[in-house]
């Protein structure tokens, strides 16, 4: 059973939406998911969800990461690690790499050619407000695949066997990103959109002891059905910014 946010009706989230307002509901959409059991890994083993959490329902678009921009996103230092402001100032980095470029900025596409710094900083303004009983962070490497695959262990999001007419994968032949809410046959067990394909995502999970590199889930446009499956991982440089990487949020009570 979906738990959604309060502010969002489960029968307006789920399907596609035609009302001219279908975008913004669907942007501020999440999902909760319970603490518990489920299986984790290439060959799955036994894990725990020790906490619940809520992760969004689709990845971070365009146009929802055009307000972090225009509330001062990348003029704004306290919503940034030291490292990631250092990296900005360097490197005079004040929006996404594809910003202006009309492959990439639909407001209905999720946001590519951010850092993880850039991802990082926007979930830092989410929660910006003290009123706020919750710390929006990017998802955990765990987190990220119980959102995905659910507790059974399946190889996909929607099941054990491939599918491209499920996800945006190197097999649809598409080339370059798509619509958030395009595969609505694609869901996870969970409600969740694009858990295969579309970009890969961003988590807040390092990829060893060296701390230099973030793990990535979820495959991309130009990715084969391989990385495409729920327990695929992949490692970025947090500096790194890729038409083919993006991002969705997670939420866990402070």
């Not at 225009?70 to 004040?94: M, Q, S, T, V």
């Not at 946001?111 to 910006?128: D, H, M, Q, R, T």
Request: hydrophobic share 35%.
């Amino acid at each position: 059973m979906l738990t959604f946010s309060a502010s969002v009706e489960s029968d307006e989230t789920v399907k596609i939406i035609d009302a001219p307002n279908r975008l913004e509901r669907q942007t501020e959409s999440m999902v909760e998911i319970p603490a518990g059991p489920f299986k984790f890994g290439e060959k799955p083993v036994d894990a725990q969800i020790d906490d619940p959490f809520w992760i969004d329902l689709y990845l971070v678009t365009n146009a929802r990461f055009k307000e972090f921009i225009e509330a001062g996103g990348y003029e704004i230092e306290a919503w940034w690690l030291p490292e990631g402001w250092n990296w900005r100032e360097k490197e005079r980095i004040f929006r996404p790499l594809y910003w202006e470029d009309t492959k990439w900025n639909a407001d209905d596409h999720q946001v590519v050619g951010v850092s993880w710094y850039e991802a990082n900083a926007f979930c830092n303004w989410l929660g910006a407000s003290p009123k706020d009983d919750y710390i929006y962070h990017l998802p955990d490497e765990k987190q990220w695949e119980r959102a995905a695959r659910g507790t059974d262990g399946r190889i996909y999001p929607w099941g054990d066997e491939f599918d491209s007419a499920r996800c945006n994968t190197e097999e649809s032949g598409i080339g370059k990103t798509t619509r958030i809410d395009r595969y609505a046959d694609g869901l996870s067990p969970d409600g969740c959109y694009d858990m295969a394909g579309n970009v890969l995502e961003w988590t807040s999970t390092f990829l060893d002891n060296s701390k230099d590199a973030y793990v990535i889930k979820g495959s991309s446009w130009f990715n084969t059905a391989k990385l495409a499956r729920c327990a695929a991982r992949d490692d970025y440089s947090p500096v790194n910014r890729s038409g083919a990487v993006g991002f969705r949020c997670a939420r866990t009570k402070k």
